[in-house]
Protein backbone atom coordinates (compact mmCIF):
# COMPACT_ATOMS: atom_id res chain seq x y z
CA UNK A 1 0.00 0.00 0.00
CA UNK A 2 1.44 3.64 -0.70
CA UNK A 3 2.03 5.93 2.31
CA UNK A 4 0.14 9.53 1.49
CA UNK A 5 2.62 12.21 1.46
CA UNK A 6 2.11 13.87 4.92
CA UNK A 7 3.19 17.52 5.94
CA UNK A 8 2.67 18.93 9.02
CA UNK A 9 3.03 22.19 9.89
CA UNK A 10 3.59 23.50 13.59
CA UNK A 11 3.59 26.74 14.74
CA UNK A 12 4.85 26.08 18.08
CA UNK A 13 3.94 29.46 20.70
CA UNK A 14 3.94 31.92 17.56
CA UNK A 15 0.65 33.98 16.08
CA UNK A 16 -1.50 36.23 17.08
CA UNK A 17 -5.40 36.11 15.38
CA UNK A 18 -4.43 38.21 12.66
CA UNK A 19 -1.45 36.21 11.60
CA UNK A 20 -3.00 32.95 11.82
CA UNK A 21 -6.16 33.88 10.00
CA UNK A 22 -3.21 35.44 7.46
CA UNK A 23 -1.64 31.83 7.08
CA UNK A 24 -4.86 29.98 6.62
CA UNK A 25 -6.51 32.80 4.05
CA UNK A 26 -2.75 31.90 1.98
CA UNK A 27 -3.81 27.52 2.59
CA UNK A 28 -7.05 28.49 1.85
CA UNK A 29 -6.15 30.18 -1.75
CA UNK A 30 -3.43 27.95 -2.43
CA UNK A 31 -3.28 25.28 -5.28
CA UNK A 32 -2.20 22.84 -2.92
CA UNK A 33 -1.14 19.00 -4.09
CA UNK A 34 -4.36 16.77 -3.86
CA UNK A 35 -1.66 13.51 -2.90
CA UNK A 36 -0.39 15.20 0.26
CA UNK A 37 -1.95 15.04 3.54
CA UNK A 38 -1.89 18.74 5.49
CA UNK A 39 -2.22 19.33 9.24
CA UNK A 40 -1.67 22.61 11.03
CA UNK A 41 -1.01 22.91 14.45
CA UNK A 42 -1.61 26.10 16.36
CA UNK A 43 -1.49 27.33 19.58
CA UNK A 44 -4.19 25.99 21.95
CA UNK A 45 -5.80 29.24 22.00
CA UNK A 46 -6.50 29.51 18.44
CA UNK A 47 -7.71 26.32 17.34
CA UNK A 48 -11.17 27.22 17.29
CA UNK A 49 -10.02 29.68 15.29
CA UNK A 50 -7.64 27.68 12.69
CA UNK A 51 -10.79 25.00 12.54
CA UNK A 52 -13.83 27.91 11.85
CA UNK A 53 -11.00 29.56 8.94
CA UNK A 54 -9.82 26.51 7.54
CA UNK A 55 -11.15 24.86 4.55
CA UNK A 56 -12.30 21.32 4.75
CA UNK A 57 -9.46 18.56 3.41
CA UNK A 58 -6.57 20.54 5.64
CA UNK A 59 -6.63 19.05 9.11
CA UNK A 60 -5.88 21.05 12.67
CA UNK A 61 -3.68 19.66 15.44
CA UNK A 62 -2.80 20.11 18.96
CA UNK A 63 0.69 20.68 20.02
CA UNK A 64 -0.03 18.41 22.99
CA UNK A 65 -2.79 16.64 24.98
CA UNK A 66 -3.07 15.23 28.34
CA UNK A 67 -3.92 11.76 29.09
CA UNK A 68 -6.80 12.12 31.08
CA UNK A 69 -10.43 12.41 30.23
CA UNK A 70 -11.12 15.32 32.89
CA UNK A 71 -10.89 16.88 36.17
CA UNK A 72 -8.47 18.81 37.92
CA UNK A 73 -5.72 19.50 35.79
CA UNK A 74 -5.08 23.29 35.87
CA UNK A 75 -4.04 24.08 32.09
CA UNK A 76 -4.39 20.67 30.63
CA UNK A 77 -6.57 20.09 27.70
CA UNK A 78 -8.08 16.94 26.99
CA UNK A 79 -8.43 14.24 24.15
CA UNK A 80 -12.93 14.77 23.96
CA UNK A 81 -12.10 18.67 24.34
CA UNK A 82 -9.95 18.97 21.22
CA UNK A 83 -12.40 16.68 19.56
CA UNK A 84 -15.34 18.88 20.53
CA UNK A 85 -13.83 21.28 18.63
CA UNK A 86 -13.39 19.36 15.69
CA UNK A 87 -9.70 19.16 16.14
CA UNK A 88 -8.18 15.78 14.31
CA UNK A 89 -4.98 15.33 15.00
CA UNK A 90 -2.21 16.14 18.05
CA UNK A 91 1.22 15.76 18.07
CA UNK A 92 2.91 14.13 21.22
CA UNK A 93 6.31 14.11 22.29
CA UNK A 94 7.98 17.64 20.73
CA UNK A 95 11.36 17.73 21.82
CA UNK A 96 10.59 21.30 23.38
CA UNK A 97 8.33 19.88 25.53
CA UNK A 98 11.21 16.29 26.45
CA UNK A 99 13.71 18.65 26.86
CA UNK A 100 12.36 21.68 28.38
CA UNK A 101 9.08 20.23 30.21
CA UNK A 102 11.08 17.45 31.23
CA UNK A 103 8.35 14.61 29.32
CA UNK A 104 9.33 11.49 29.89
CA UNK A 105 8.71 8.70 27.51
CA UNK A 106 6.32 6.82 29.79
CA UNK A 107 4.01 10.31 29.90
CA UNK A 108 4.40 10.77 26.13
CA UNK A 109 3.44 7.04 25.40
CA UNK A 110 0.46 7.52 27.73
CA UNK A 111 -0.49 10.74 26.31
CA UNK A 112 -0.25 9.03 22.78
CA UNK A 113 -2.35 6.19 24.02
CA UNK A 114 -5.37 8.60 25.68
CA UNK A 115 -5.20 9.97 22.37
CA UNK A 116 -5.08 7.21 19.75
CA UNK A 117 -7.75 5.51 21.79
CA UNK A 118 -10.27 8.47 21.75
CA UNK A 119 -9.84 8.47 17.98
CA UNK A 120 -7.19 11.09 17.56
CA UNK A 121 -4.40 11.02 15.07
CA UNK A 122 -0.37 11.38 16.58
CA UNK A 123 2.14 12.98 15.12
CA UNK A 124 4.76 11.51 17.53
CA UNK A 125 8.16 12.99 17.76
CA UNK A 126 10.85 11.81 18.13
CA UNK A 127 14.68 12.31 17.87
CA UNK A 128 18.59 12.32 19.20
CA UNK A 129 20.46 15.21 20.91
CA UNK A 130 23.66 16.14 19.20
CA UNK A 131 25.84 14.79 22.06
CA UNK A 132 23.37 11.19 21.62
CA UNK A 133 24.62 11.42 17.87
CA UNK A 134 27.96 11.97 18.22
CA UNK A 135 27.98 9.57 20.89
CA UNK A 136 26.68 6.93 18.19
CA UNK A 137 23.39 6.84 20.39
CA UNK A 138 20.79 7.76 17.91
CA UNK A 139 19.10 4.54 17.18
CA UNK A 140 18.89 3.50 20.29
CA UNK A 141 17.73 7.03 21.90
CA UNK A 142 14.86 7.21 19.01
CA UNK A 143 13.66 3.36 19.14
CA UNK A 144 13.85 3.89 23.12
CA UNK A 145 11.10 6.65 22.70
CA UNK A 146 9.11 4.68 20.39
CA UNK A 147 9.51 1.72 22.34
CA UNK A 148 7.69 3.60 25.22
CA UNK A 149 4.69 4.07 23.12
CA UNK A 150 4.70 0.59 21.70
CA UNK A 151 4.66 -0.81 25.67
CA UNK A 152 1.39 0.87 25.74
CA UNK A 153 -0.29 0.84 22.11
CA UNK A 154 -0.73 -1.65 19.60
CA UNK A 155 -2.89 -0.23 17.14
CA UNK A 156 -0.26 2.03 15.39
CA UNK A 157 -2.94 3.00 12.32
CA UNK A 158 -3.50 6.61 14.06
CA UNK A 159 0.23 7.41 14.11
CA UNK A 160 2.69 9.22 12.43
CA UNK A 161 6.18 9.31 13.35
CA UNK A 162 7.86 12.59 13.20
CA UNK A 163 11.92 12.55 13.12
CA UNK A 164 13.25 15.57 14.34
CA UNK A 165 16.62 15.63 15.21
CA UNK A 166 17.09 17.91 17.82
CA UNK A 167 20.02 19.59 16.95
CA UNK A 168 18.14 20.56 13.51
CA UNK A 169 15.48 21.86 15.02
CA UNK A 170 15.16 25.55 14.65
CA UNK A 171 19.20 25.73 14.15
CA UNK A 172 18.84 26.20 10.26
CA UNK A 173 21.42 22.70 10.16
CA UNK A 174 18.88 20.03 8.31
CA UNK A 175 20.05 16.82 8.54
CA UNK A 176 21.43 15.50 5.13
CA UNK A 177 19.30 13.20 3.13
CA UNK A 178 21.56 10.23 4.15
CA UNK A 179 21.47 10.86 7.51
CA UNK A 180 17.38 11.47 7.62
CA UNK A 181 17.26 8.16 5.13
CA UNK A 182 19.19 6.18 7.17
CA UNK A 183 16.99 6.59 10.43
CA UNK A 184 13.67 6.87 8.85
CA UNK A 185 14.88 3.10 7.51
CA UNK A 186 15.98 1.71 10.87
CA UNK A 187 12.60 3.19 12.43
CA UNK A 188 10.75 1.39 9.76
CA UNK A 189 13.10 -1.77 10.37
CA UNK A 190 12.67 -1.56 14.16
CA UNK A 191 8.35 -0.91 13.62
CA UNK A 192 8.71 -4.22 11.31
CA UNK A 193 10.06 -6.35 14.71
CA UNK A 194 8.70 -4.72 17.35
CA UNK A 195 5.04 -3.83 15.91
CA UNK A 196 4.45 -5.54 12.93
CA UNK A 197 5.06 -5.93 9.24
CA UNK A 198 1.56 -3.76 8.20
CA UNK A 199 2.88 -1.35 10.74
CA UNK A 200 6.45 -0.77 8.71
CA UNK A 201 4.56 -0.81 5.29
CA UNK A 202 2.00 1.65 6.29
CA UNK A 203 2.98 3.79 8.72
CA UNK A 204 4.04 7.72 7.73
CA UNK A 205 7.55 8.75 9.04
CA UNK A 206 8.28 12.71 8.37
CA UNK A 207 11.61 14.21 9.05
CA UNK A 208 11.42 17.78 10.94
CA UNK A 209 14.16 19.88 11.60
CA UNK A 210 14.88 23.02 9.74
CA UNK A 211 12.50 22.22 6.46
CA UNK A 212 12.50 24.63 3.93
CA UNK A 213 11.47 25.44 0.03
CA UNK A 214 15.02 25.24 -0.76
CA UNK A 215 15.86 21.82 1.17
CA UNK A 216 12.66 19.96 0.72
CA UNK A 217 12.82 18.35 -2.47
CA UNK A 218 15.95 16.35 -2.06
CA UNK A 219 14.64 14.46 1.47
CA UNK A 220 10.95 13.65 -0.56
CA UNK A 221 13.31 11.70 -2.77
CA UNK A 222 13.94 9.18 0.39
CA UNK A 223 12.32 5.72 0.22
CA UNK A 224 11.74 5.47 3.69
CA UNK A 225 10.64 10.00 3.86
CA UNK A 226 7.23 10.12 3.79
CA UNK A 227 6.14 13.78 4.76
CA UNK A 228 7.78 16.31 6.83
CA UNK A 229 6.76 18.17 10.40
CA UNK A 230 7.80 21.81 9.84
CA UNK A 231 8.60 24.65 12.22
CA UNK A 232 9.66 27.78 10.98
CA UNK A 233 8.65 27.76 7.58
CA UNK A 234 5.13 26.88 8.49
CA UNK A 235 4.78 30.27 9.35
CA UNK A 236 5.42 31.29 5.85
CA UNK A 237 4.32 31.51 2.69
CA UNK A 238 7.18 29.06 1.02
CA UNK A 239 5.30 26.27 3.62
CA UNK A 240 2.56 26.18 0.11
CA UNK A 241 6.31 24.85 -1.83
CA UNK A 242 6.68 22.45 0.81
CA UNK A 243 3.33 21.10 0.97
CA UNK A 244 3.94 20.85 -3.04
CA UNK A 245 7.56 19.56 -2.83
CA UNK A 246 6.42 15.96 -4.02
CA UNK A 247 4.34 17.06 -7.26
C1 LIG B 1 9.52 21.55 14.75
O1 LIG B 1 9.34 22.36 15.63
O2 LIG B 1 8.87 20.49 14.75
C2 LIG B 1 10.50 21.85 13.71
C3 LIG B 1 10.86 20.90 12.89
O3 LIG B 1 11.01 23.13 13.67
P1 LIG B 1 11.88 23.83 12.51
O4 LIG B 1 11.28 23.40 11.19
O5 LIG B 1 11.75 25.28 12.74
O6 LIG B 1 13.27 23.32 12.64
Same mark, same amino acid.
Given at each position: %??? *????????? %? /??????? *???????? /?? *?????????? !??????? =?????????? $?????????DKPNG???????????? &??????????????? +??????????????? !???????????????????????????? +???????? !??????????????????????????????????? !????????????????????? =?????????????????? &?? &???????????????? $? $???? %?
Amino acid at each position: %MGR *KFFVGGNFK %M /NGTISSI *KGIIDNLN /NA *KLDPETEVVI !APPSAYL =LLAREHLRQG $IEVAAQNVFDKPNGAFTGEISVEQLK &DLGITWTLVGHSERR +VLLQEEDSFVASKTK !AAVDGGLGVILCCGESLEQREAGKTIDV +VTSQLKAV !ADKVSDWSKIVIAYEPIWAIGTGKVATTEQAQEVH !AEIREWLKKEVSPEAADNTRI =LYGGSVSDKNCVDLTKQP &DI &DGFLVGGASLKPAFID $I $INSK %M
